[in-house]
């Protein structure tokens, strides 16, 4: 018996499985029986390696295809009606003719296989907030890992009733031959296709596809925002709880961020930090006119490299049980796993992500560098009480930032939201792993967004600047830098858990609590009022990381002229006025 009578779901679906001709449907019901079947299976074909169940409970290890280890920007589209509706940075085709063409390779793709239909809830089921989708894959990888991203199973069948609507998604990974991968987005249908891949963000259609470039579209719709965000609550020794948002460029920090440590310092006087989330939010003005944010996810898709008991504890603590590691490097000591950072020294042998055999010191990484794990959110210690309101938490300040070696300083305020739009637009970074192509290039990620904005980017900034009219009680809006190097390339400033000495500037100024001076690029705090108490570095060395180089900044404007070239007479005059207004400052 089908566990649904909502006529949406089956016709679609009938025609789904018309086209990809399953040998057999399976509905996930969300049943622990049904996951450990299905872990069985995954066990049994190879698709995952069970880890040592003794040290990690409920662990498996699973390695993609060497050649799908990340995100495809080139192969992601936004199939709009119009081209000038997706705008210069995503990749367009028309629709019937990007249906006609997935739908040939979809033909028959899930012959001998089975297709596992995901009903899923991106939030709190049956919440003001929470939105529903429904995945048709025919891999078991997807299925285990959404059943940790999201919230799966019959109930959210429930929640649509018999005429709910919901978002389509329909995967396969085919062959995974490279040329013939997409990732397609149909706004006007609430649809998503998705084939020859079996990576993450190209495949756990809640995410990136669903909760950013789908949700993206219905924000601007319906008045709210879908933004690559972490949600982190900051409790001062007075027990006040303040939460900000922070959007930084794929394998810039988010996760870190949203799990810190307060340094010890902090903690003996009481601070403490909670996570509410670590990629997505979805940001809505309250009845109090305040901005609320909920995290729509239900799991952590986290960076592994560099993760250690240091750096991140609550992250590492968060993948100790039920999680799936992919492309980390194996220890077959003990069958358990490691990867670059984990631990000082590697162990002498190991099982690389390719599966083949490494040693301590050899040049290649043991580990993929854009190599992830899969956790549960409920496994975080640090995991804020209120992570499953249905409202979710008020925004006290919006933070931007990137990785820059130099220009950017650690901390900057916006004067005002318009200004801190103009900040979030032209946002650079450097590329990481996170999608495939070159590491390390500079290029402009406005709020992050660049790849996982639904239309067109210059609509999407004036959106921004619509809400800011919505907004009686408007959060501040900041951008921060902790990559700054020095001559030999090191980082300068700490980091990780420190990086709270800077949040704790962000959330007095955003209560009016602190001073500032004014810069031309905007306010900042004097060197002395970042707490450095137990660092090892000096208040020069923070005047150094706050100094803003005027040459390096006048390159930056040239850049940013550039870059808006590119949206023609698209981009909100409101942020010309800030481009001209920087541009003066710096004369
Ligand atoms: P996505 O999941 O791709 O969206 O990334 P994310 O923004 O959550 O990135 P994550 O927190 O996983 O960080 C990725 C990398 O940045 C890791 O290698 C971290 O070790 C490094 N990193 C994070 N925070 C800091 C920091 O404050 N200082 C330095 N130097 N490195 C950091
Ligand atoms: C990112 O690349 O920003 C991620 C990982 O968070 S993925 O889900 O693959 O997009
Ligand atoms: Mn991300």
């Not at 003001?128 to 991203?149: H, R």
């Not at 318009?418 to 406005?446: I, K, L, N, Q, Y």
């Not at 980017?457 to 959060?475: C, F, R, S, T, V």
């Not at 500037?505 to 905007?522: K, S, Y």
Request: proline share 6%; aromatic share 10%.
């Amino acid at each position: 018996m089908k566990p649904t009578n909502n006529k949406h779901v089956l016709s679609w679906m009938d025609e789904m499985i018309a086209i990809t001709k399953p040998d057999e449907v399976v509905w996930i019901d969300g049943s622990q029986e049904q996951l450990d079947r299905l872990r069985e299976l995954a066990v049994a074909d190879g698709t995952m390696i069970r880890l040592n169940q003794e040290l990690l409970p409920g662990c498996y290890l699973h390695r993609t295809h060497p050649d799908d280890v990340a995100r495809v920007e080139d192969r992601t589209f936004i199939c709009c009606e119009k081209e000038e509706d997706a705008g210069p940075t995503n990749h367009w085709m028309e629709p019937s003719a990007m249906y006609k063409k997935l739908y040939a390779l979809f033909d028959g793709s899930m012959k001998g296989r089975t297709m596992y239909v995901i009903p899923y809830s991106m939030g709190v089921v049956g919440s003001p907030f929470a939105k529903y989708g429904i995945e048709l894959t025919d891999s078991t990888y997807v299925v285990l890992n959404m059943a940790i991203m999201t919230r799966v199973g019959t109930h959210v069948l429930d929640a649509l009733g018999e005429d709910g609507d919901f978002i389509r998604g329909l995967h396969s990974y085919g062959t995974l031959d490279n040329d013939n991968k997409y990732i397609a987005h149909f706004p006007q249908d609430n649809a998503i296709l998705s084939i020859n891949s079996n990576y993450g963000g190209n495949v756990l259609l809640g995410k990136k596809c669903f909760a950013l470039r789908i949700a993206s579209n219905l924000g601007r719709q319906e008045g709210w925002m879908a933004e690559h965000m972490l949600i982190l609550g900051v409790e001062n020794p007075k027990g006040e709880v303040r939460y900000v948002s922070a959007a930084f460029p794929s394998a810039c920090g988010k996760t870190n961020l949203a799990m810190l440590i307060p340094p010890e310092g902090y903690r003996k006087d009481g601070w403490k930090a909670w996570c509410v989330g670590d990629d997505i939010a979805w940001l809505r003005v309250g009845p109090d006119g305040r901005l609320w944010a909920v995290n729509p996810e239900h799991g952590f898709f986290g960076v592994a490299p560099g993760t250690n008991a240091k750096s991140n504890f609550n992250a590492l603590e968060c993948t100790k049980a039920d999680t799936i590691y992919t492309n980390v490097a194996l220890d077959p000591s003990n069958n358990t796993v490691w990867w670059e950072g984990l631990t000082k020294e590697a162990p002498e042998t190991l099982i690389d992500w390719n599966g083949l055999e490494w040693h301590r010191g050899d040049a290649k990484k043991a580990a993929h560098p854009n190599s992830r794990f899969t956790a549960p959110a409920k496994n975080c210690p640090c995991l804020s009480d209120q992570y499953e309101s249905p409202n979710g938490v008020p925004i006290s300040a919006i933070i931007f930032g990137g990785r820059r070696a130099k220009t950017a300083p650690l901390v900057y305020q916006s004067r005002d939201w318009v200004h801190g739009v103009f900040v979030g637009s032209t946002m650079a970074s450097e590329t990481t792993a996170a999608a495939a192509g070159a590491v390390g290039v500079v290029r402009r990620d406005p709020m992050a967004m660049l790849p996982f904005c639904g239309y067109h980017m210059a609509d999407y900034w004036q959106h921004w600047l619509d809400m800011g009219e919505k907004i009686p009680h408007k959060p501040k809006i900041f951008h921060v830098n902790w990559f700054r190097t020095d001559d030999e390339g090191h980082f300068i400033w700490p980091g990780f858990g420190d990086n709270l000495r800077v949040l704790e500037w962000i959330l007095a100024r955003a209560f009016d609590e602190a001073d500032a001076v004014e810069t031309p690029i905007g306010y900042e705090p004097r060197p002395e009022d970042i707490n450095i108490d137990g660092l090892d570095i000096g208040v020069d060395t923070v005047r150094d990381l706050l100094t803003v180089d005027k040459d390096l900044w006048r390159g930056e404007v040239a850049d940013i002229k550039a870059f808006y070239a590119k949206f023609g007479d698209k981009v909100p005059h409101e942020l010309l006025d800030q481009l001209a207004t920087l541009e003066h400052n710096l004369s």
